[in-house]
């Protein structure tokens, strides 16, 4: 144990100040969503925003009145069912212990956000073996204001990051250890993540695909097969459940539509209502509609269109249309004017040389992973509506390419020092 302590004594440190702030986030509550109900009002001041209201105001009528409606006063399937009983769990355990459950599921989160910090210290340790890498992508996630910011709020974004990164952890044990119950144990993890968000479902392809490059065709179906036994046991249900209730086997949500048309429009430029409206008046689907915008939009005004749905949507994966990092605002009032624009830049640099260093080292296979994983999650983001707490998931695929270049070229530097002052004694040394 002393040992343990000993060799990742840096890390420890940070993990004990970043434990210390989120103390300090929890019992005081800084952000400005929270003091202010004259502004934003009760129920967004309560939870942190609207969404976060609608899930909470969902669990409680699901405890209570029994039936399961996201934003509304019947059954739907507007929302996957993770969140919505992990809020239900810990509500009723508030009830049970006559507690707050505001702090009890603002709690919860935060030791899921100080997991999710642990495990990208712990990830990055299995992918490149140097502490130091480890140690700043870690140091990167905790000075991210907005993962501090969402544990305070009922959304599914803490949640959701814990249990990608879990997923992920999971997945590098299997292929260590080669032992089919973390194989198990992986489906189920990733089945329950993808009952929180949707999202990384196509990265399970990648991970099926590394399977196969690894034993071969035959090993990655078998093993593919045992993945099959978290799906049906967290998504089987859920599907089965919409298809009795509304005959349709929705796997995940039915409003996938919704994102799918505000994702057409180009820097949001349009009132998205009238795109509702013209879908209406030529008797389309929003399906349709959506694949009519884009189409259309990039014969009539391809420049725009084009950076839209590249370089547009993947900025606005990262930062708010003024540049800032997710989070950031809610706390702008409190901070020196020098700490927001160090957050703000921070931020940016991050992202950039992550997405820089993934170009420089893309051949080298644990970055590849993390560069594939980063392609396919933004490719398949920026089909729908993108915001900046969407591109949280990543996030911290970043941090560890951005720590593992920094290390990279940082060794090669100080290796090229130490030789070149060699050199100029061995010089001095003959005159």
């Excluded at 399961?68 to 399937?77: H, I, L």
């Excluded at 032992?179 to 196509?202: K, N, T």
């Excluded at 991970?207 to 196969?212: N, T």
């Excluded at 093993?223 to 967290?234: K, S």
Aim: proline share 4%; charged share 15%.
């Amino acid at each position: 144990m002393m040992k343990l302590v000993k060799f990742h004594t840096a890390f420890l440190l940070l993990l004990l100040l970043y434990l210390v702030f989120n103390l300090f986030l929890l019992f005081t509550h800084p952000g400005l969503v929270f003091n202010r109900p004259d502004i934003f009002g009760e129920p967004i001041s309560t939870y942190g925003s609207r969404d976060a209201s609608l899930y909470a105001k969902m669990a409680w009528q699901l405890i209570h009145e029994g039936f399961y409606g996201y934003n509304a006063t019947v059954s739907n399937a507007y929302v996957t069912y993770g969140h919505p009983l992990y809020l239900v769990a810990i509500f009723k355990v508030a009830e049970l212990f006559n507690t707050n459950h505001i702090m009890l599921y603002r709690l919860s989160n935060m030791i899921l956000n100080i997991g999710a910090f642990i495990l990208i210290y712990v990830i990055a340790q299995k992918l490149f073996h140097r502490r130091v890498v480890s140690f700043i992508a870690a140091f990167l996630f905790a000075i991210h204001p907005a993962p501090t910011h969402y544990f305070q709020t009922a959304l599914t974004e803490t949640p959701t990051i814990f249990l990608f990164l879990l997923t992920t952890f999971i997945f590098i044990i299997a292929l260590q250890k080669e032992e089919y119950r973390y194989h198990i144990l992986f489906g189920i993890v990733a089945s329950i993540l993808l009952m929180f968000r949707a999202s990384p479902a196509l990265l399970l392809w990648l991970a099926w695909g590394i399977i196969v490059y690894r034993n071969g065709f035959k090993k990655g179906i078998r093993i593919g097969l045992i993945w099959c036994i978290g799906p049906i046991l967290i998504m089987a249900p859920w599907a089965i459940r919409n298809y009795v209730m509304f005959d349709h086997m929705y796997l995940f949500s039915s409003h996938g539509s919704n994102p799918l048309i505000a994702g057409t429009n180009p820097f949001y430029l349009d009132d998205f209502s009238l795109y509702v409206q013209q879908a209406k008046e030529l008797g389309m689907s929003t399906e349709e509609f959506s694949l009519h915008k884009i189409l259309t939009g990039l014969q009539d005004n391809f420049p725009l269109y084009f950076s839209w749905l590249t370089i547009g949507k993947t900025t606005w994966l990262f930062v708010d249309q003024a540049g800032n990092p997710d989070g950031l605002g809610a706390y702008a009032h409190l901070l020196p004017n020098w700490i927001e624009k160090l957050s703000k830049y921070q931020n940016l640099l991050t992202v950039a040389a992550g997405f820089l260093f993934a170009l420089i080292y893309c051949k080298r296979k644990p970055v590849l992973c993390l560069v594939l994983s980063i392609i396919i999650y933004i490719c398949f983001s920026n089909v729908f509506l993108t915001l900046p707490r969407y591109g949280l998931l990543i996030y911290p695929f970043l941090c560890m390419l951005t720590g593992y270049g920094l290390v990279d070229i940082g060794t090669k530097v100080i290796k090229r020092l130490k030789e070149r002052k060699v050199k100029m004694k061995e010089t001095s040394a003959k005159y």
